[in-house]
């Protein structure tokens, strides 16, 4: 699924701290570093890194390490 983020409009969460964009169709969730201006004025998104949510779906680890990870942001 090429080009997801320029085809299904995204879930975004800015915290300023980070950015997350989920796009449910793609079944992709996003983690970007916040965004950021250029010389000319241009805001940017920063560095981002896509997780592929059926792969995760596939190993057990990766849920249960999410799971554990959400866990504790709640605590």
């Given at each position: 699924?090429?080009?997801?983020w320029?085809?299904?409009p995204?879930?975004e969460?800015?915290t300023g701290k980070n950015?997350?964009?989920y796009?449910a169709?793609?079944?992709?969730?996003q983690?970007?570093?916040p965004?950021?201006t250029?010389?000319d004025?241009n805001?940017?998104?920063?560095?981002?890194?896509?997780?592929?949510?059926d792969?995760?779906?596939?190993?057990?680890e990766?849920?249960?390490l999410?799971?554990?990870?959400?866990?504790?942001i709640?605590q």
């Amino acid at each position: 699924m090429q080009d997801y983020w320029k085809n299904e409009p995204d879930q975004e969460i800015d915290t300023g701290k980070n950015v997350l964009r989920y796009y449910a169709e793609a079944r992709r969730l996003q983690v970007c570093m916040p965004y950021w201006t250029d010389n000319d004025g241009n805001r940017k998104p920063g560095k981002t890194v896509s997780l592929n949510l059926d792969a995760l779906a596939e190993t057990p680890e990766a849920i249960q390490l999410l799971e554990k990870v959400l866990s504790n942001i709640k605590q």
